[in-house]
């Protein structure tokens, strides 16, 4: 019994190690929303998304590819699901460990009602896949699916490139 244990524990750290067991925070998008509008170096993709909505599940390659786009340099694609809270061990958990994404993904808690979305961008409806991208004062906005060369546009809009 023992050895059967010790065999399951090292098996759990090893998918740990190798990225199978993800770590995904809850953020209230109030949060979220402070810590990409304060001004940095740094360019946010924010892509909003759920585990439900396909057109969200078929652009996560699009994101992929940024990451490898922007190696070393400061961009940060954060995924934000936008998946009930109560989901998280039910869906999006299971999620991640079935699909590759490459990059930070947050649970956003969002109040009831929708005020919070025009705090995003004003034109949005509240559609999703929706993305943000933002750097210091400049910001980009598209909602519907998005392929890497309108999201390689929109972070040189950004950037001032």
Same mark, same amino acid.
């Given at each position: 019994m023992r050895i059967i244990l010790l065999s399951l524990l090292a098996i759990s750290i090893s998918l740990t190690a190798m990225g199978e067991?993800?770590?995904?925070?809850?953020?209230?998008?109030?949060q979220l929303l402070k810590r990409i509008e304060t001004p940095s170096d740094t360019i946010y993709v924010v892509n909003f998304w759920a585990t439900w909505c396909l057109p969200c599940v078929k652009e996560i390659p699009e994101f992929n590819r940024i990451e490898k786009s922007y190696q070393g340099q400061p961009v940060q694609v954060i995924m934000a699901s936008l998946d009930f809270p109560n989901q998280k061990e039910s $869906?999006?958990?299971?999620?991640?460990?079935?699909?590759?994404?490459?990059?930070?993904?947050?649970?956003?808690?969002?109040?009831?009602?929708?005020?919070?979305?025009?705090?995003?961008?004003?034109?949005?409806?509240?559609?999703?896949?929706?993305?943000?991208?933002?750097?210091?004062? $400049? $910001?980009?906005?598209?909602?519907?699916?998005?392929?890497?060369?309108?999201?390689?546009?929109?972070?040189?809009?950004?950037?001032?490139?």
């Open positions: 067991t993800r770590e995904v925070p809850d953020v209230e998008i109030s $869906r999006v958990l299971p999620f991640l460990e079935n699909h590759t994404v490459t990059h930070d993904v947050i649970l956003t808690v969002t109040p009831r009602g929708g005020e919070w979305i025009s705090r995003v961008d004003n034109a949005w409806t509240g559609a999703i896949p929706a993305t943000l991208i933002i750097n210091r004062d $400049r $910001r980009s906005f598209y909602e519907g699916e998005i392929n890497y060369e309108r999201l390689m546009e929109m972070i040189g809009e950004v950037s001032g490139e």
